[in-house]
Nanobody, 122 residues
Framework: VQLQASGGGLVQAGGSLRLSCAAS????????LAWFRQAPGKEREFVSAITLSGSNTYYADSVKGRFTISRDNAKNTVYLQMNSLKPDDTAVYYCAARREFVNWYASRYDYWGQGTQVTVSS
């Protein structure tokens, strides 16, 4: 199983980025997916999650209204559209997958991508 995250970069506050996570080696449509992030010196924290068909999505309060998670099961890819970015959003962003329903705890996920750096300048 491999999850390959991409799309990170350096952006000014108020800007936007779109992260992608391409999966292989698993039956993508049967996995619940999530994005987490980890800032220097901090624990990995939940950002967003999505159900199998994409009909239900979940967000941390800190990103609600600014970030949008989506998935394309035909392309085995999950996305995170990030708008109105703030310096506090600076972190390494990870995609994750699990067979059971979405969960807010990183330890409950089976597979992880390698992470992509997002840096928001003020």
């Amino acid at each position: 199983v491999q999850l390959q995250a991409s799309g990170g970069g350096l952006v000014q506050a108020g800007g936007s980025l779109r992260l992608s996570c391409a999966a292989s080696g698993l039956t993508f449509s049967t996995y619940y997916l999530a994005w987490f992030r980890q800032a220097p010196g901090k624990e990995r924290e939940f950002v967003s999650a999505i159900t199998l068909s994409g009909s239900n999505t979940y967000y941390a309060d800190s990103v609600k209204g600014r970030f949008t998670i989506s998935r394309d099961n035909a392309k085995n890819t999950v996305y995170l559209q990030m708008n109105s970015l703030k310096p506090d959003d600076t972190a390494v962003y990870y995609c994750a997958a699990r067979r059971e329903f979405v969960n807010w705890y990183a330890s409950r996920y089976d597979y992880w991508g390698q992470g992509t750096q997002v840096t928001v300048s003020s």
